[in-house]
């Protein structure tokens, strides 16, 4: 596109939203692809990208602005004023950085660095006032070199189109060295049009694989190529190419993640000779058809450009990893082929089973189907369902197995196209494995802290997961298998602590201590208890009676929504878009707002989610609250705008809360059109009545079938709440039987690592409980009646029974420690990293590889300094202390130990130190015990002084961000005599 005819096109575009926002636009639109702005997202931590994409398409081709870093994991940030260049892969939204696939960048001379170091590069300074964006479009002018750029995209090829200046020093560099860390390439010249190649790379997936062809409208003079000592190989390419005319050049590509061959398929099946307008103008049809699934009218034109934005980022991700002939690189790496569905990559499926798959459940069955059929060849292919996949990669990142409920979900609405039988293989496997946590979770109903880290959310996510898989159970029939999961399903019972009302790590049979339910940490995933004790969506009405009823949790939901907004703790970046401590920004919170639906209380609802959809979404580049999470942020506004969202999937229900919208028509694959009718929306939040097809409806949701069978949903809304929804039966309800779960009882009182005796106590949030325990390993359980006195080590046992039913049995063990040691720390320690408190590096129990689980006693940016006093002068030959390193997580050994010995508290210089070369780079987690043998001396006091690291070095990742590093330390083990 010219500049004459792009500055035609914009004026036209220009006239034409001035006339929209001058006219109320309340019926719904038919061109929807002018609402969206693909900047929205771009800036604060939305990490999302602005370039060309198709709907769920393999090929995203984007500015890259930023190399690395967090907010940089799209590649692309709007506070950034240099571009790299142009890649060919992007990810959206998520909070790990990888792809930035293929980089190409025009340029007026050949450079092969990128000028990230301030050095002459090829990179080139850009402002916003000449980039512009559209579904299936992007342009920039490069600042400097005049260059300007133009890309547009099928789902597997792309077109760049590059206006030069001048007909002279037209040049190209190709950079496959660019972001990721590279393990194989190639480049290799066809003709002098052609080219072609691969990159192998490392990154958050361990192993890529991406091929690339591309044909040039122009020749290109002899190349010439970037290599680096002692790998010879090409990385870099330099290209300059012959047009005396001074033509716009364009560069056609085709990826693939099988070979140059499918990648060269892609590219001639999908583009061909098609010119760039030709292109560009069907990604745009295809765009307007794909968001004209859901029309929406408003008064209010930054309602309109949200929406639309939000159902665009709803429809990038998962991503088609499949050529045109049906070929795709598998799980296992090697190459499948599949015809009867198309196969796809990037399921964020932590965030995006909460709202996304229900969406696509209303508007993408077909689609969802696909999603499904890959899950299952993923589970045949690597042997487990994805948790987190990435380009034939499991990345090991985020928790629970939620590809199940997105199984179920669709199942339960009956969509088909699927092996139910596999399914149900596949879920089943998923949830019987016995690595992170789950071992625990099957044994003893929840997981421990000491077991697993992150153990509060794991044992509440995969408790809703194993609901689904009963729920899936009970509809084929499988009634053993569907009590099995319905008894898992209650687990999260068994981490309510019933003085606190939060939902509590159990460590070592005890709840895990000091608590501060504002504190982030290990317990839980990108959150803190606050944004977890209310996740128990299979199971509210549990939930209701665990606070002694409605009133009771919606006096906790009152007190969440109205806290303090700060965290104490871990500094966790995804904890944004704050009312108190509900954060938006972040999926744990996603729920919250509903819940008032299930107290009797709908108008909490519509006040909290009208706030959350006007107030957290903004049509800015720092429009979104937190991460955009590959569509779930942005799913959430669709479904909450339009009036309801799926608390619970799997259950087929969509609870109400306050449309945005005067209207919404859904157009479903089935022939169907379903209506949402709401006057003065825009203004209004309360609402006065509903009626569906003309009848009142006296619930406070609907039913996916209501919705697929098409019709009419009408509400009155008022300016003040009303009693609409208040009455029980118009309440939602998720429960599970309860009737054959026993809570496994907890200590309440008592030292588990004393000196003299320690009194245990035993309780269960089941009043009506029996409990019984015995101490080591005697055969006979005793009933217990109070307080158990213990003076010596030992093992105590406990379990719960009511009628003939019983908990699992919990194992504990008591340490007696000298009497007359004492432990006087001069530091302070992190508190969600304690280790036990005060008495922890002398309590007898040590750290092991994982520092999530309790043991360890860490120290951010602070020495340990400890003073340890052994009640009377000893003969010490021996000191042994323990140091954790996992660099990844920012944890180094100290760089110095010193150790004194005194017979008084005034020490004078170490008897002895140790020095550590701490800066050594590993990517292993290792543990150092350290011993100082010692010629027998006598001593009273030992003082132990370990020095942290301090600020990260240069190479760390953290360093950028001015990080410090933590100081992790474990039991003090001095062998002594009187």
Known sequence: MSITYRFLVLSFLLISCKKEQDTA??????????????FIGTGGHGHTYPGATMPFGMIQISPDTRLEGWDGCSGYHYSDQYIYGFSHTHLSGTGVSDYGDILLMPTDSLIFHNGADGRPGYRWGFSHENEDASPGYYHVLLDST????????????????????????QHLILDLEHRDQLIDFDIKTISDREISGFRRSKAWAEDQHLYFYIRFSHPFESPTFFHRDPDRRDRMGGFTFVNPDNDPVTVRIGISAVDVTGAQKNLEAEIGDKSFEQVHYEATEVWNRQLNKIKVGSSNRDHLTNFYTALYHTMIAPNLYQDVDGRYRGMDLEIHQTEDFNYYTVFS?????????????????????????????????????????LAGNYTGCMIGYHAVPVIVDAYLKGIEGFDAELAFEAMKHSAMQDKLGLEAFKELNYIPVERESESVSKTLEYAYDDWTIAQMAEALGKKEDASYFNHRALAYRNLFDPKSKFLRGRINNRWFSPFDPYEVNFNYTEANAWQYSTYAPHDISGLIALHGGKAGLEDHLDKLFTAQSQTSGRDQADITGLIGQYAHGNEPSHHMAYLYNYLNKPSKTQEKVKQILTELYTPTPDGISGNEDCGQMSAWYVLSSMGFYPVTPGSNQYIIGSPLFEQAEIQLENGNIFQIIAPKASDLTYIKNVSLNGTELNRTYITHQEIMAGGELTFQLSEEPTNWGTKSEQTPLAEVDDAQFVALPFISSGQLAFQEMTQIELKSIQEDARIFYRLDDQDVFEIYDGPIAVKEEAWLSTYASLGDLESPRSRTRLRKIDPNLKITLETEYANQYNGGGQQALINGQTGGQDFRTGAWQGYQDTDLIAVID???????????????????????????????????????????????????????????????????????????????????PDWHLGAAHNGKAWLFVDEIGINQQP
Do not use: C
């Open 870 to 952: 052994l009640g009377e002068v000893k003969d010490i030959s021996s000191v042994r202390i323990g140091f954790l390193q996992d660099q990844r997580s920012w944890i180094f050994y100290p760089t110095k130990v010193d150790i004194s010995l005194s017979d008084s508290t005034s020490f004078l210089e170490p008897d002895q130190t140790v020095e550590i070369a701490a800066e050594v780079p590993s990517d292993q987690s290792e543990i150092k015990r350290i011993q100082f043998d010692i010629p027998t001396k006598k001593a009273r006091y030992l003082k132990v002084h370990a020095r942290n690291f301090g600020d990260l």
């Open 25 to 38: 636009v309340t019926e719904p639109i038919s061109d929807p692809t002018t609402y969206v702005d693909p």
């Open 146 to 169: 005049g260059i300007e750029v133009e890309l547009t995209v099928t789902e597997r090829a792309g077109i760049h189109r590059y206006n030069y200046p001048s007909s002279e020093n």
């Open 349 to 389: 499926l932590w965030d995006t089973y909460r709202a996304a798959h229900p969406l696509y459940t209303i508007i993408e069955q077909e689609r969802t189907v696909d999603f499904i059929n890959t899950f299952l060849a993923k589970y045949e292919e690597g042997g487990i369902m994805p948790i987190w996949d």
